[in-house]
């Protein structure tokens, strides 16, 4: 215990105790874990450690009533640096905290691809700031709720989470959004045919292809089967592009 007291005081968390033990003895204990362990982890670690620390102390005093999402970013950023227990951890910690635990096997059940942009966002948004954090928490809970409400209409609801999360992350840009969701609507295989219509053509399945990841579960499914038919229409009838996709694009509009 003198240890741990010592490593808490050394890193100046003595003035944030009881806001961080409010939360909870989880938080607690990693905390006092990954305190100890800095004291193991050599000089270089050790200050960026402390820069974190101070950060969050400074946090908690501001905003004390914010302290769960604070917390939680410390918790990351710090478990990433000791890195003692390897980056799973860091992953487990992220979904856990976003309430993912009860889900993860529906989501496995998708495949590996979206399963693995889903631990890549939890992961981003633990370095994201507080404002992020709490948005996209709103945006997992919804789709626990959905989830648990709708496994076998999973797929769906999967792909419109990842895809508003990434537009709220938004570290790799809205370059990946618009790839996500092209990808996830099949369009993969047409897109030289429709992008040989001209730029006006593509940016307008772009911008629909988008705005169908916020659409909700009901119209994405509508959209999909509109897609569907294109997409086997332009592989039928590559050299009548043009009417396939105007109509597509007028059915989608609506």
Known sequence: KDLVDFALNSLGLGQVIDTI???????????????TQLLFAGQQIWQQATVVFQQLVADLQNHATDALPLVVQAIGQLTAL?????????VDFALNSLGLGQVIDTIQALGTDYWNQIKQIATQLLFAGQ??????????????ADLQNHA?????????????????????????????????????????TIQALGTDYWNQIKQIATQLLFAGQQIWQQATVVFQQLVADLQNHATDALPLVVQAIGQLTA
């Open 131 to 144: 404002q992020i954090w709490q948005q996209a928490t709103v945006v997992f809970q919804q789709l626990v």
């Open 152 to 192: 076998t209409d999973a797929l769906p609801l999967v792909v419109q989470a990842i895809g508003q999360l990434t537009a709220l992350v938004g570290q790799s840009g809205k370059r990946d959004l618009v790839d996500f969701a092209l990808n996830s609507l099949g369009l993969g295989q047409v897109i030289d």
């Open 21 to 35: 033990q409010a939360l909870g003895t989880d938080y607690w204990n990693q905390i006092k874990q990954i305190a």
């Open 82 to 90: 000791v890195g003692q227990s390897g980056k799973r951890d860091l």
